[in-house]
């Protein structure tokens, strides 16, 4: 089996959600020692073992409401000793201190259409430290040459990469296409799947007859809503650079909150 740092890295990669639970002290009789590690996911599942037992089953509890409440890592005591008037239902007769840490999934955008916008944008998604995904059936405009920072490069069209993938994993997708049959078979196919924002690029007139299209096409209107064309905040802009630029301003915004 993989180390739990090699985990870690993958579940980075993937997005998913988890908190890292860590035996970091303990005194007395108890399961488990410093260095024991165990991950909670947000559907209650686990991989490793802090201890086992009630104990373990607190700090999978205490792990779940820091996930859902987004809370700071935090350090939690904890008495395996039933006669002690907080002590746990347990025999054991020590204490242990757990480090309990939340790692939100990070930012993964997925672009579809590698063009002069597309490489602008990936350009500055880099800089920032923001995941990026590039699909286009276009060879040349989906080498990992041109994106050497995407977490993934897929030559295709998007009903092609679309097919038995995990959407979970993308916080949200950019459209960029050349192609309006491209842009309508990807957001046929994005929006009723993916929770998180669905922008196109274009004019508002363009976002407009997208959306018609798209309920002659049996989209429900609540998936539609989440359409936004046109995209980027609100900026002159012309060239490609400076396109992608207030579209990486948008992305920005919404993956980092203001305080």
């Known amino acids: 089996m993989s180390s739990i740092w090699e985990r870690i890295a993958e579940l980075h990669r993937t997005g998913r959600d988890f908190a890292l639970c860590t035996v970091v002290k303990t005194t007395g009789s108890v399961?488990?020692?410093?260095?024991?590690?165990?991950?909670?996911?947000a559907d209650g599942s686990i991989e490793g073992s802090v201890g086992g037992a009630g104990f373990e089953e607190q700090v999978k509890t205490a792990a779940l409401e820091a996930l859902a409440a987004k809370k700071l890592p935090a350090l939690m005591s904890f008495d395996l000793w039933y006669r002690k008037p907080s002590g746990l239902d347990s025999l054991c007769g020590g204490s242990v201190m757990v480090s309990i840490e939340p790692v939100q999934r990070r930012t993964h955008v997925l672009i579809f259409g590698g063009g002069h916008?597309?490489?602008?944008?990936?350009?500055?998604?880099?800089?920032?430290?923001?995941?990026?995904?590039?699909?286009?059936?276009?060879?040349?405009?989906?080498?990992?040459?041109?994106?050497?920072?995407?977490?993934?490069?897929?030559?295709?069209?998007?009903?092609?990469?679309?097919?038995?993938?995990?959407?979970?994993?993308?916080?949200?997708?950019?459209?960029l296409g050349y192609s309006y049959d491209s842009d309508l078979e990807a957001l046929e196919r994005l929006l009723p799947a993916l929770s998180g924002p669905v922008?196109?690029?274009?004019?508002?007139?363009?976002?407009?007859?997208?959306?018609?299209?798209?309920?002659?096409?049996?989209?429900?209107?609540?998936?539609?809503?989440?359409?936004?064309?046109?995209?980027?905040?609100?900026?002159?802009?012309?060239t490609a650079g400076e396109i992608a630029l207030a579209i990486a301003a948008e992305i920005l915004a919404e993956s980092r909150p203001a305080r």
């Open 117 to 175: 916008v597309g490489h602008a944008l990936a350009r500055i998604l880099d800089v920032v430290e923001i995941a990026y995904t590039v699909v286009d059936d276009r060879a040349e405009y989906s080498a990992v040459e041109r994106f050497p920072g995407a977490a993934e490069c897929f030559t295709g069209r998007p009903a092609a990469f679309l097919d038995d993938r995990d959407l979970s994993i993308y916080t949200q997708s950019i459209l």
């Open 199 to 238: 922008g196109l690029i274009g004019s508002r007139a363009k976002g407009t007859e997208m959306r018609e299209r798209l309920a002659t096409r049996g989209v429900d209107q609540e998936a539609i809503a989440r359409l936004r064309c046109p995209i980027g905040v609100d900026m002159p802009t012309e």
């Open 31 to 41: 399961p488990r020692r410093p260095g024991a590690r165990m991950i909670v996911f």
